[in-house]
């Protein structure tokens, strides 16, 4: 691969994992407003028509054979409607530090559906540059669980990093001629398809008293819909194309350290003295598995 594709696929995946580091502290202070369902299906709605925008200007040819349509139905099922309603709902549980660290067990769970998908062989190289990553993600915010249903909290975080894993692994085996615009505009649809009937029967309870002329509400929205989902998710699922699995997946461990930081800046979250080191263990983790893989 090209030195040059490892550098485009390296800048691109720093900048979707940060972008999302900034969403957890996002959503920890539009969930109590708006439920974690609902929350995803207006981003969506929004990042849907961004997703269309984009699609117009880069004029794209659409495809479509059953075989790798269903894998965009499933990844859509799965990482974009599963995942991202179990993150957020994990986040509402707990606090956006813990959201953003438990999902960076992403990494791990791409290299074993890699391996059982992709037939991308565990190496000592993807095992030590996993160990340097999960020490430091545990140095900068450690284990120990907050919020008022902190365990619940935490089984929905690894349901969403586990899907996560799976739908960009699934991702990586999509025909090449399918455009990454395409194809996260079709798993965007997907997941607004599966949610709009559990919003539509909720709306009275949950979306009819929101205010979403309010600054919080709608500045929330654009930066979840047009930000994190219609332009993250398109920087990710390219940068998937330049990188394997196993070095991919490290780069989702930016969250972490973007969401600790804002965590601390924005909702005066703790961070803890391994924050330092613990972000050097990240990097390096990177470093090493791009550099010897």
């Known amino acids: 691969m090209k030195k040059s594709n490892k550098v485009l696929g390296s800048i691109l995946l720093s900048l979707a994992a940060s972008i999302w580091g900034g969403m957890f502290v996002v959503v920890k202070s539009i969930v109590t407003i708006i439920p974690p369902v609902e929350l995803v299906w207006l981003r969506y709605l929004i990042a849907f028509w961004a997703l269309l925008f984009y699609c117009c200007l880069k004029k794209i040819k659409w495809h479509w054979d059953w075989k790798n349509g269903s894998l965009i139905i499933i990844a859509g099922i799965i990482g974009n409607t599963i995942s991202i309603v179990t993150q957020e709902t994990g986040t509402w549980l707990s606090s956006a530090q813990l959201g953003s660290v438990i999902t960076a067990a992403t990494p791990t769970f791409m290299v074993i559906f890699a391996w059982i998908l992709l037939h991308e062989q565990i190496t000592t190289v993807k095992i030590i540059s996993l160990i340097l990553a999960t020490v430091g993600v545990i140095s900068i915010v450690g284990i120990h669980p907050t919020g008022s249903h902190g ?3 935490i089984m929905m975080l690894i349901i969403a990093a586990l899907t996560w894993a799976l739908m960009s692994v699934i991702n990586k085996m999509i025909d090449p001629q399918y455009d990454v615009l395409e194809i996260t505009t079709i798993s965007v649809l997907i ?9 539509i029967h909720n709306w009275s309870g949950t979306l009819s008293h929101v205010n979403f002329l309010a600054f919080n509400i709608w500045g ?7 930000i994190s989902t219609a332009t993250a998710f398109v920087m990710w699922n390219q940068g998937l194309k330049y990188l394997n699995a196993a070095s991919s997946g490290l780069f989702f461990l930016f969250q972490p350290v973007v969401g600790t930081l804002l965590g601390w800046l924005l909702l005066h979250e703790q961070i803890t003295w391994g924050f330092l080191i613990g972000a050097f263990l990240i990097a390096g983790s990177i470093w090493y598995s791009i550099r010897f893989s």
């Open 151 to 153: 365990l619940m909290g």
């Open 220 to 226: 929330s929205l654009i930066y979840l819909g047009v």
């Open 191 to 199: 997941a607004i398809c599966c949610l709009t009937p559990f919003v």
